[in-house]
């Protein structure tokens, strides 16, 4: 049974006392724990998951941090976490180990060569706060807070608030719950991840030239989101939060070779025969893909921001009036992926429309949103990726 908050009738903002205890006696039952981060892991995972480490290390538990990610370039140089690369895991599932999968919830979430482990588990616990999980087949929709013990009794271990803006508010949530002390340490990794999130969003402004962080309109309206925000940043002083702007502004520092990269984008956009997908194609063995690092926090957030400047349209290019979905197809941990923004509500429909229509199996997550997401095929073939990215457009009279 999943504890699984939905926002579209009603907002979760506190956890209640009740649930964080029962939460936190199932992460005590063992006294080891693997904290799995998502597949491409990004802040909010990672600092959720550090933040929980050190929270089950004070409770006396070993923790280890499994990751799918060059933690360099997340600026993530902290030594005193055990932490594992996912593709050099090769361990059987263990009764003595308590699994905690932070910010995802879903299976194509896990990363690759980690499924059986974390499947086959027997003590799984999840915090997390994206929508429509499926780690288990059965959940209840609850409309407040659990405090009464006979249903908290009957609760399984995995907790979805998707009124949440980001895992490390579902964390602080957690430890509000439990009267536990934010530290400063805890709170900077913990808005780090938030403002990671909430960046992408638009809940929140990240300027590095200006050394500053401060919330949107759109924050300013989710009284979670703006609480957790208020609360953490608090706790913080200026110089912390000027570095954490640096880190993740990273449009306001980027190297002549990613300004390039940058400006080549546009120069490599196509379109859909019906002109309703604007997409760029990034060969798996392209050299200048593979000069930048491929995948990481600065390539990705390079291409985050180019597809939602192709959707407004900031190019002022006629061909861009009626495109409805923005997709960059590139390599990324050895296999070939696409993300996609749109300008419309129904990607999962989108996906579905490309599995039924042009892909069988095609393996898709939207992690709860309804606008972005991402896919991907297990190939680095050139030849097999093309063809891939062309089922895809191909697919395009979805948005007709």
């Not at 999968?101 to 974390?118: A, E, M, R, T, W």
């Not at 400063?184 to 500053?212: M, P, R, W």
């Not at 953490?232 to 954490?244: F, P």
């Not at 070939?336 to 923004?341: A, E, I, M």
Request: with cysteine.
């Amino acid at each position: 049974m999943k504890v699984y908050y939905n926002p579209i009738n009603f907002r979760a903002n506190k956890m209640s006392q009740k649930e964080a205890e029962f939460l936190q006696n199932k992460l005590q039952e063992n006294k080891k724990t693997d904290i799995i981060c998502h597949e491409g892991t990004d802040r909010d995972c990672l600092y959720s998951a550090a933040t929980m480490a050190d929270y089950l290390q004070s409770l006396g538990n070993q923790t280890r941090i499994i990751v799918q990610q060059n933690l360099k370039k997340l600026n993530f140089d902290d030594e005193s976490y055990t932490i594992i690369q996912a593709n050099d895991f090769d361990e059987a599932p263990s009764d003595d180990r308590t699994i905690l999968c932070v910010d995802f919830s879903k299976k194509d979430k896990i990363p690759h060569n980690l499924g059986d482990y974390v499947l086959n588990s027997k003590n799984i616990v999840c915090l997390d706060h994206h929508n429509e999980p499926n780690l288990k087949d059965d959940y209840i929709l609850i409309e407040k807070p659990l405090d009464d013990e006979e249903t908290i009794d009957k609760l399984s271990c995995l907790y979805v608030d998707a009124s949440a803006k980001s895992a490390t508010s579902v964390v602080y949530r957690f430890f509000e719950a439990l009267n536990r002390e934010i530290d400063n340490k805890t709170a900077y990794n913990l808005f780090s991840g938030l403002v990671d999130d909430s960046v992408k969003n638009h809940l929140i402004d990240c300027s590095a030239q200006k050394g500053e962080i401060v919330p949107t309109k759109k924050m300013l309206a989710n009284k979670n989101a703006y609480e957790v925000f208020c609360a953490l940043k608090a706790k913080l002083s200026d110089k912390q939060i000027e570095k954490i702007a640096q880190n993740i502004d990273i449009m306001a520092s980027l190297t002549d070779k990613e300004k390039e990269f940058q400006k080549s984008l546009y120069d490599k956009l196509q379109f859909s025969e019906n002109g309703k997908i604007a997409y760029v194609e990034i060969p798996p063995d392209d050299k200048t893909w593979d000069e930048l690092g491929r995948d990481s926090a600065r390539t990705s957030t390079i291409l985050n921001r180019f597809r939602q400047d192709v959707l407004a349209n900031k190019f002022n290019d006629k061909r861009l009036e009626d495109v409805k979905a923005a997709i960059t197809f590139y390599e990324a941990h050895g296999v070939y992926r696409l993300s996609v923004h749109t300008k419309t509500q129904n990607l999962l429909e989108f996906f579905k429309y490309i599995e039924d229509n042009a892909i069988k199996d095609f393996t898709h997550n939207s992690g709860g949103h309804p606008n972005r997401g991402g896919g991907k095929t297990r190939t680095t073939d050139p030849k097999e990726c093309h063809n891939w990215v062309l089922g895809i457009i191909n697919s395009s009279d979805f948005f007709d």
